[in-house]
C-alpha cells in the first residue's frame, strides 16, 4: 500500500498516547512524526513491511503497529520483520535496549529496525559484531522526547538517535 508520508503522519497522529506512563518501564510514546519516517523507510527503502509479518516488540502505545498495518503488513505467529522502538537502557534499566534487541534478532526471519541512542552506536556495533549480524544505520534522527513525569523540568527534549538495520546477512571476514 502506498501511503505519502505526510499522510502516514496524519493518520498516525490519531493513535492516542500514554495515560499513566511508568518510569520503571520507560514508557515514552513514540511520536507520529519519527514513527512515520521510521515506517517510511523501511517501507519504500528495504520492502519489509507490505505483506510481511511484522511484529512491534514492546509496542507500548502500538503506534509502529497501526503504521504498519496502514502500509499493508499482515499477522501471524512468524515474523519476517521486527520493528521497535525499546528503552534506552538507561536510567533504571540499564541493558534494556540489548535484551530487547537479542529477542527480536531471534524473532525476525529478514531484519530488525530499532531505534538506539547515537551516543551508544559504538556499543551496539560490538554487540552486532559478537552476534555476527549486520548493523547498517539507516537514518539520524531527533527523538522529540515530551515531559512526561513531574521530575521534567522542559516541556520537551531532543534525543540524537539512529534508527537501525539489523540483519543476519553473514559480515564480511
Not at 505526510?6 to 511520536?31: A, C, H, I, M, W
Request: hydrophobic content about 40%; aromatic content about 8%; glycine content about 6%.
Amino acid at each position: 500500500m502506498k501511503l505519502k508520508l505526510k499522510e502516514l503522519e496524519s493518520r498516525l497522529q490519531q493513535v492516542d498516547g500514554f495515560e499513566n506512563p511508568k518510569l520503571l518501564l520507560e514508557q515514552y510514546p513514540t511520536r507520529p512524526h519519527i514513527a512515520a519516517c521510521m515506517l517510511y523507510t523501511i517501507h519504500n527503502t528495504f520492502d519489509d513491511i507490505e505483506n510481511k509479518m511484522v511484529a512491534d516488540l514492546g509496542c507500548g502505545c502500538g503506534v509502529l503497529s497501526i503504521g504498519s498495518v496502514m502500509l499493508g503488513a499482515g499477522t501471524s505467529k512468524t515474523f519476517d520483520t521486527v520493528i521497535m522502538n525499546p528503552p534506552f537502557g538507561t536510567k533504571h534499566n540499564k541493558g534494556m535496549d540489548m535484551t530487547f534487541l537479542k529477542v527480536a534478532l531471534q524473532m525476525a526471519q529478514t531484519a530488525v529496525y530499532s531505534l538506539h541512542k547515537t551516543s551508544t552506536r559504538k556499543h551496539i556495533q560490538k554487540k552486532a559484531d559478537d552476534w555476527k549480524v549486520k548493523m547498517e544505520v539507516i537514518a539520524e534522527l531527533r527523538y522529540d522526547l515530551p515531559a512526561s513525569y513531574k521530575f521534567h523540568k522542559k516541556s520537551s527534549v531532543d534525543i540524537e538517535v539512529d534508527l537501525i538495520r539489523f540483519s543476519s546477512e553473514k559480515l564480511p571476514n
